[in-house]
C-alpha cells in the first residue's frame, strides 16, 4: 500500500526489515541495553555484525521514547536508528512514548538528512503493545 501525505510518500510493506534496500536507515525496535534480542532487534544486530553491537555500547542505556542513531554497518542501509519503546501496561503513558519513538526517530533523521526510512511496529511484538492501537498512533 502506497499513500502521498504532504508530499511524503507513505508505504506499507511486509518483510524483512534487515534487508531493506534502497533505504538511508532502518528503525530498530531495541532494547534499553541496545543489546541483540529476539525479533527485530535481533535481525539488525545479526545482519550487521558484531560491529553494530560495538557501537551501541556507550549509547546504552536509553529510556522508553527515546532514540539514537548509529552506522548500518554489514547491513544495505547507512544507519540504523535505535528506539525503545514503552511495554504495553507498564511505561506509562504508553501512548505519548510510543508516539515520541517514532517522533524522535524522525528528527534523528532529519537531522542527518536521511530522506528514506524503514520503520518495524514498534512495541508490538514482545512489548504487548496492541497493533491496532499503536497503528493509530504512528501516522498521527
Same mark, same amino acid.
Given at each position: 500500500?502506497?499513500?502521498?501525505?504532504?508530499?511524503?510518500?507513505?508505504?506499507?510493506?511486509?518483510?524483512?526489515?534487515?534487508?531493506?534496500?534502497?533505504?538511508?536507515?532502518?528503525?530498530?525496535?531495541?532494547?534499553?541495553?541496545?543489546?541483540?534480542?529476539?525479533?527485530?532487534?535481533?535481525?539488525?544486530? =545479526?545482519?550487521?555484525?558484531?560491529?553494530?553491537?560495538?557501537?551501541? =555500547?556507550?549509547?546504552?542505556?536509553?529510556?522508553?521514547?527515546?532514540?539514537?542513531?548509529?552506522?548500518?554497518?554489514?547491513?544495505?542501509?547507512?544507519?540504523?536508528?535505535?528506539?525503545?519503546?514503552?511495554?504495553? =501496561?507498564?511505561?506509562?503513558?504508553?501512548?505519548?512514548?510510543?508516539?515520541?519513538?517514532? =517522533?524522535?526517530?524522525?528528527?534523528?533523521?532529519?537531522?542527518?538528512?536521511?530522506?528514506?526510512?524503514?520503520?518495524?511496529?514498534?512495541?508490538?511484538?514482545?512489548?504487548?503493545?496492541?497493533?491496532?492501537?499503536?497503528?493509530?498512533?504512528?501516522?498521527?
Amino acid at each position: 500500500m502506497k499513500k502521498l501525505i504532504s508530499n511524503v510518500i507513505l508505504e506499507c510493506i511486509k518483510g524483512d526489515i534487515a534487508s531493506q534496500r534502497d533505504i538511508i536507515a532502518v528503525v530498530n525496535a531495541a532494547n534499553s541495553q541496545l543489546r541483540t534480542g529476539g525479533g527485530v532487534a535481533g535481525a539488525l544486530h =545479526r545482519a550487521a555484525g558484531p560491529g553494530l553491537e560495538k557501537e551501541c =555500547r556507550p549509547l546504552a542505556p536509553i529510556k522508553p521514547g527515546e532514540a539514537v542513531i548509529t552506522g548500518g554497518h554489514n547491513l544495505p542501509n547507512r544507519y540504523v536508528i535505535h528506539c525503545l519503546g514503552p511495554i504495553y =501496561r507498564v511505561n506509562r503513558p504508553e501512548a505519548e512514548l510510543l508516539k515520541n519513538c517514532y =517522533r524522535n526517530a524522525l528528527e534523528i533523521a532529519e537531522q542527518n538528512q536521511i530522506d528514506s526510512i524503514a520503520f518495524p511496529s514498534i512495541s508490538t511484538g514482545a512489548f504487548g503493545y496492541p497493533i491496532e492501537e499503536a497503528v493509530k498512533l504512528t501516522v498521527l
